[in-house]
């Protein structure tokens, strides 16, 4: 039995390597060997990852959100794929808040044991993967013009001040989506903000804006605003944050298996993906089910 653990050493401002040798000595209880390795830039969790691929049994991550999707879409394109398990370092930590893994990291590293894991479903987006969210609109502005500094100092109420200067811009945007489900597929037309697209409950830290979605449910879930100027913004953000069942009067709710989502007209807006910034519009999105087996807390040991 062999390990590959992938830290992240930037996240969790520096505190990876506060518990990389806690987490190596505990995945040794499980495994006859625990090799580590460091990333360094964009991209080299995905390549770790891919490249243990039929040489270990298991890939870890040591990071935040960002981290945690790098490794994961290292794993997703092959058939063979290892379990997959991680330790949060991360400013919102949305999957190991859906898999109920303790967001404090040591906590994290003592709780973990092999014999908790779970077959989860995760996205793909044109030719990336997600693990949680992809976010188009208002709300990936907000997130993509964060400064690391920023995220540091305020943790997740950075994200909260800079959607409140993006919510002042107001900027609406005419939209042409097509949803397929088993039996059917639909057009959609609509002006919107802010388009979110989830795969479990947990959206930005908020654990309940999407309670009726999990991660192996076997459905994304779609909820838009149904604003065209600011008022509207702001009596549709409310009814957001108490978690969204049911399209009404200010949000549109949809569930699916796989959409392509464009602007009408000639122009086009960037996405984000699990916190990052993420391809422009138009994209195809789709639902990749039961696809990866994840350690998760022992509440949601399958």
């Not at 992938?6 to 000595?25: C, L, M, R, T």
Request: proline residues 4%.
């Amino acid at each position: 039995m062999k390990a590959l653990l992938i830290v992240n050493p930037s996240s969790g401002g520096e505190q990876a390597k506060e518990y990389e040798q806690q987490a190596k000595e505990k995945l040794a209880v499980f495994f006859d060997e625990v090799e580590v390795k460091h990333t360094e830039e964009a991209g080299d969790a995905t390549k770790f990852a891919s490249e243990a691929v039929g040489a270990v049994d298991s890939v870890f991550a040591m990071g935040g959100d960002g981290t945690v999707n790098e490794a994961i879409s290292g794993l997703a394109p092959h058939d063979n794929r290892p379990n997959f398990g991680f330790f949060p370092l991360g400013t919102v930590n949305d999957l190991a808040r859906a898999l109920d893994i303790p967001l404090d990291p040591q906590e994290a590293i003592e709780t973990f044991d092999i014999a908790h894991s779970r077959q989860i479903d995760i996205g793909q987006i044109n030719e990336a993967y997600f693990m949680n969210v992809v976010a188009i609109g208002m709300i990936p502005a907000a997130i993509n013009n964060v400064e690391v500094e920023e995220k540091t100092k305020l943790g997740k109420m950075a994200y909260f001040v800079s959607g409140l200067r993006e919510v002042r811009k107001n900027e609406s945007h005419l939209f042409a989506v097509e949803l397929t489900t088993a039996d059917k597929t639909r057009q959609l037309s609509f002006e919107s903000s802010t388009l979110i697209i989830g795969s479990s409950n947990s959206v930005g830290g908020f654990e309940s804006l999407l309670p009726k979605a999990s991660t192996k449910d076997g459905k994304l879930h779609l909820i838009y605003l149904k604003d065209s100027n600011l008022w509207e913004t702001v009596k549709s953000i409310p009814e957001l944050l108490k978690g969204v069942t049911e399209s009404n009067e200010v949000l549109g709710y949809e569930t699916f298996e796989k959409a392509t989502i464009a602007l009408k007209g000639n122009h086009s807006i960037e996405t984000n993906v699990d916190g990052d910034p993420g391809p422009e519009l138009p994209v195809t999105i789709q639902l990749l089910p039961q696809h990866l087996n994840v350690y998760c807390g022992e509440t949601k040991n399958e």
